[in-house]
C-alpha cells in the first residue's frame, strides 16, 4: 500500500543516516548495494526487504 511504501522511506531515510560500526555493517551493506556503486538507493532498500518478507519466494531469497 502507499502508507507501507512511505513509511519503509521513512526507516530508509532514518537508516541510511545513522553509522554504526559494529564488523557486520560492511556485509549488510554490500547485500543491500546491488549495483555496486557505494550507495543504497532507495529501489535495492525495497528489493532486499521483500526477501525478508515470509511469503516470498525461497528462489528469490537464495538468489540475494
Same mark, same amino acid.
Given at each position: ?12 531515510? &532514518?537508516?541510511?543516516?545513522? +553509522?554504526?560500526?559494529?564488523?557486520? $555493517? %560492511? ?7 546491488? &549495483?555496486?556503486?557505494?550507495? +543504497?538507493?532507495?529501489?535495492?532498500? $525495497? %528489493? ?17
Amino acid at each position: 500500500t502507499v502508507n507501507e511504501i512511505e513509511a519503509l522511506y521513512e526507516l530508509f531515510k &532514518k537508516l541510511s543516516s545513522s +553509522i554504526i560500526d559494529d564488523g557486520l $555493517i %560492511h556485509k549488510v551493506f554490500d547485500l543491500f548495494d546491488e &549495483k555496486r556503486n557505494d550507495v +543504497i538507493e532507495f529501489e535495492e532498500f $525495497i %528489493h532486499v526487504l521483500n526477501v525478508f518478507h515470509p511469503r516470498a519466494p525461497i528462489e528469490e531469497k537464495i538468489d540475494c
